[in-house]
């Protein structure tokens, strides 16, 4: 018998051992709070809510678990079969314990529908700051998913409106009032709380607080086609006097180390001052490379999908608004880094970053209705659209 045991056992051990220890690593790997993902770093209230909930159930899981498997234990060997043994005494029902069993588990629900009930109240309600309509303590965003990118509107700040890069004060409450143009999405940014589906039709409202500055990563987090995984935003939290940013302590690895408006993952100005440079018409286009795109993104049918506030023609509302694209810090939705190089390859192939996307289907130059961008084309659209700071 032991021979035989340790024979086959030691065996299949020598090779899935490797496999098991590598499994824990990666998994425990997923708990480091520095990953732009995890939400064990929470910056702010919602967050350190969901945090602590989650928390406090996996402590109670855990003295269950320790619990019922020390008394499974026990009882296996303390009442083992002995050698020599007759038949044992064979009982049925015991009441006490039948109904000690019942109500225990009953108290550890109740236990953890108290606090989960609270956070649940205070989370999915409109904080009365918002309410009120008190722009100096809550502001309100509309968030729009689309497949696959994210619109951001901001009512309360003269109709600012931005893709797939959201801006908030820190220290300050922000609604978002949450709709789709087409399937189900989900809204999470996981330092600062989440997640809430986002409905075609609307709906749903949800508000954080960064209780800290800095940049953050946001993510889709309901299936919602071929790109749901490439369905990102960044979150910029600009600093106010009380709470200054901390160089890189968030910074998601697409964000640049350092654009005039960004510095280590900090943005440079505050909130107010984004919402007066946003509201500003964009520059006007001065280089001839540049001249030459802006006439592109007329001819080439660019105009009936974006909108270019400051430019007549360019007002269409299905694609991302690209007024002051220059400057973003990301674009495809979070997919790379803003820069003439990857606006390039963006532009020369779509499908290559983001498989699936509306551009590639539904516009002339990629889906053959019109004669597809050349080389020289694509260098001048993207100096043009690399102009609109
Ligand atoms: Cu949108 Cu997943």
């Known amino acids: 018998m032991t021979r035989l045991f340790s024979y086959r056992t030691k065996g299949s051990m020598r090779v899935f051992a490797p496999f098991f220890g590598l499994l824990s690593l990666l998994l425990v790997a997923a708990c480091t709070p520095s990953h732009p993902m995890s939400t064990f770093d929470a910056a702010g209230p919602v967050a350190a809510d969901q945090r602590f909930l989650f928390l406090f159930i996996f402590w109670v899981a855990i003295a269950v678990f320790v619990v019922v498997e020390g008394a499974l234990i026990y009882t296996v060997i303390r009442y083992r079969r002995r050698r020599g043994q007759g038949m044992p005494e064979q009982v049925h029902g015991h009441r006490p314990l039948e109904i000690g069993w019942t109500i225990a588990p009953a108290l550890v629900l109740v236990v953890i529908a108290v606090p989960t009930i609270m956070v649940l109240l205070d989370t999915q309600t409109t904080p009365e700051e918002c309410e009120n309509g008190d722009t100096e303590k809550c502001i309100n965003v509309e968030v729009i998913g689309h497949q696959w990118w994210w619109e951001f509107r901001y009512p309360d700040n003269g109709g600012v409106i931005t893709a797939n890069e959201l801006h908030m004060p820190a220290g300050k409450k922000v609604n978002f009032l949450l709709d789709s143009s087409d399937v189900l999405h989900s809204f999470w940014v996981p330092k600062l709380g989440g997640k809430t589906d986002v409905f075609p039709g609307g709906g749903n409202q949800m508000w954080l607080e960064a209780s800290q500055a800095g940049t953050f990563q946001g993510q889709c987090a309901e299936l919602c086609g071929i790109s749901h995984a490439n369905m990102r935003f960044m979150v910029m939290v600009h600093p106010t006097p009380e709470i200054p940013c901390v160089a890189g302590r968030h910074q998601p690895p697409l964000v640049e180390a350092s654009t005039p408006a960004l510095q280590n993952g900090c943005p440079t100005n505050t909130f107010d001052e984004w919402v007066e440079e946003q509201l500003a018409p964009s520059l006007p286009v001065e280089s001839e490379g540049a001249k030459r795109g802006e006439a592109l993104f007329l001819s080439k049918g660019c105009v009936a999908c974006h909108t270019i506030r400051g430019n007549p023609v360019a007002a269409g509302k299905i694609g991302p608004d690209l007024t002051h694209f220059a400057s973003r810090s990301t674009l495809a939705a979070g997919m790379l880094e803003n820069n003439?190089?990857?606006?390039?390859?963006?532009?020369?192939?779509?499908?290559?970053?983001?498989?699936?996307?509306?551009?590639?289907?539904?516009?002339p130059v990629y889906n053959g209705e019109l004669e597809p961008l050349d080389l020289a084309d694509i260098v001048e659209l993207s100096a043009y659209l690399g102009s609109l700071q």
């Open 340 to 363: 003439p190089q990857t606006l390039e390859r963006w532009l020369a192939d779509p499908d290559e970053v983001k498989p699936g996307n509306l551009m590639t289907r539904d516009a």
